[in-house]
């Protein structure tokens, strides 16, 4: 599998400085944007999960039918319903799209957001049961005849879909989380090992971490690597940091962290980008991280700041590290996302044809 460079969408307009707008599910701006990225030359968006908004696997749909070629990174939260029932659906969608389809599988980072929807279970057993949701969901997928299931949170007798991915031999599956526990369940089930944007020793550890849960499965080597960014990005660098100063002052105006005792997340990924924001305003060679400290980090808020060469020359850095894949969320959504496209991922992926052609030469 080749390098993918993925943006984000959502089910209308808004962002931290952007003020939401248009009716809750917006379909001329979710055609509108998914077209704009495709033409960018975006490989896939992904489309998120919460429990206050609006169903994602339809927003998936809805992009598939009005675009020819851009794919969908769909986040899907384990827990609320069967995973043989989960199963049809994703393969469903994975037919309808011919194969355009990755599941980004989401434990749970927020408390809050679970017991909207009724978990109560403690964050560590989610990891339990999303170990054996996978199992499950990947043998429904795989399995030509009934197969019967029977462990501490589902049993199923009988269990066979006649829907099967497109993909041989299954939707590729990425995973997010920074806990021991996460990293347990993604050796042995993830294909992509989705991180923040952390400085590259965070990274670097990381991955460290994850190849090593992997190697009691045999998976070292299968399981690659996506880091997710917001991007600042202008034809000079001192317009790029003027432009990141007005967002930090946007932030900071509607940040509720620290008003009426709100508590800042207590996900260990959001822990450690405050972390690293404590070492620093601006780290390596341009991770600026003055958004994560005023927010709270409570999704990826770190953001590589500068010209497209620069920005392109950073994330090279973290393509030296180990990543191959690169998500970045823009500020100013549909513009930002073109912007990455057109002006920054042609970059990224000379530099990548550089180093493989240099890697060649070498042998």
């Known amino acids: 599998m080749s390098s993918e460079f993925i943006g984000h969408i959502s089910n209308r307009e808004g962002s931290d400085i952007v003020p939401s707008k248009g009716p809750v599910i917006d379909k001329g701006y979710i055609v509108d944007h998914a077209r704009a990225a495709e033409q960018a030359g975006i490989d896939r968006l992904l489309i998120g999960a919460f429990s206050t908004w609006p169903d994602n696997n339809q927003i998936a749909a809805h992009v598939f039918s009005r675009t020819a070629r851009i794919g969908a990174l769909l986040a899907h939260r384990p827990g609320f319903i069967a995973p043989t029932l ?11 799209s011919e194969g355009r389809l990755w599941i980004h599988v989401i434990t749970g980072g927020s408390d809050a957001d679970q017991q909207r929807d009724g978990d109560f279970l403690e964050r560590d057993r989610r990891y339990d049961r999303t170990d054996e949701y996978l199992d499950v969901l990947k043998k429904t997928w795989a399995s030509s005849e009934p197969f019967d299931h029977a462990g501490e949170f589902y049993r199923v007798k009988g269990a066979i879909s006649q829907v099967k991915p497109f993909q041989p031999p299954r939707i590729p599956i990425s995973f997010g989380g920074s ?95 405050r972390e690293a924001a404590s070492r620093g305003k601006v780290l390596d060679k341009r991770l600026w991280t003055e958004v994560a400290a005023a927010s709270g980090a409570g999704g990826n808020s770190t953001a590589l700041v500068g010209t497209p060469e620069q920005v392109a020359e950073a994330i090279l850095d973290y393509y030296d590290a180990g990543v191959s894949n690169f998500l970045m969320r823009g500020f100013y959504p549909t513009d930002d996302t073109v912007a990455y496209g057109r002006d920054v991922a042609p970059l990224v992926k000379a530099g990548i044809a550089e180093r493989k052609a240099r890697s060649v030469a070498a042998e």
């Not at 317009?239 to 967002?247: H, N, P, S, T």
Request: charged share 30%; glycine share 8%.
């Open 86 to 96: 989960a199963a049809r659906q994703l393969a469903t969608l994975d037919q309808f």
């Open 179 to 273: 806990s021991d526990a996460a990293f347990r369940v993604a050796g042995k089930h993830a294909d992509i090992y989705a991180l923040w944007g952390e400085p590259l020793d965070g990274v670097r550890e990381t991955i460290g971490k994850v190849r090593a849960a992997a190697r009691p499965y045999d998976r070292v080597d299968d399981i690659r690597f996506t880091i997710a960014f917001r991007i600042v990005v202008a034809e000079t660098e001192d317009r790029a940091w003027e432009m990141a100063d007005a967002i930090l002052q946007k932030v900071k105006a509607t940040a509720r962290v620290g008003g009426n005792g709100e508590k800042p997340p207590s996900n260990i990924g959001s822990v450690r980008l």
